[in-house]
């Protein structure tokens, strides 16, 4: 790869953790925002305003929760290729490529996942989530494990 071209991938690849992470943040605030301005229709009593109150609550540590999860676990190797972007020679770079190779799989291995965790979360702050999984597992049974017999005296014959 020409030194240019390396250099406009690293500076894709910096502006791509900011820009996503900007992107992220202000989706859910606009959300978060909305969630706690809604206007409940009709007559609300104590108990639904109260539960509106609490289920707001849930959504957003759950936002945040995703916020957070998304950026632990795309920033170490974030890292890695600002290091590598700002100086080839740098004591990160060469710490991780070249001591410490595992570093990088265990960066390679938050990215992947992080997809895993918000389903996590979901399981965790949403009771419908929980409930919805419970009934498509529900209809799930294994099929049933065939018990072999084995013969005394019966050998299997092997190939010549």
């Known amino acids: 790869m ?27 605030s606009i ?28 959504v957003t540590v759950l936002m945040i929760s995703i ?3 998304f950026f632990v676990s795309w920033t170490p190797a974030f890292v890695i290729s600002l290091s590598y972007l700002f100086d080839t020679k740098s004591a990160i770079y060469v710490s991780i490529y070249k001591k410490y190779p595992f570093l990088f799989a265990i960066s390679c291995w938050a990215i992947l996942n992080s997809s895993a965790c918000n389903p996590c979360l979901y399981f965790i702050f949403i009771e419908s989530f929980r409930q919805s999984l419970k009934t498509a597992c529900s209809g799930f049974y294994p099929p049933p494990l065939r018990r072999w017999r084995i013969r005394r005296g019966r050998h299997f014959k092997t190939e010549e």
């Open 2 to 28: 020409l030194k240019a071209e390396r250099s406009t991938h690293d500076y894709l690849t910096a502006s791509s953790i900011i820009g996503l992470l900007i992107i992220l943040i202000v989706l859910y």
């Open 31 to 58: 959300n978060c925002y909305r969630l706690w301005r809604r206007n409940i229709p009709g007559e609300v009593s104590e108990n639904q305003q109260a539960l509106a109150i609490r289920t707001a609550r849930k």
């Open 67 to 69: 916020v957070i999860v």
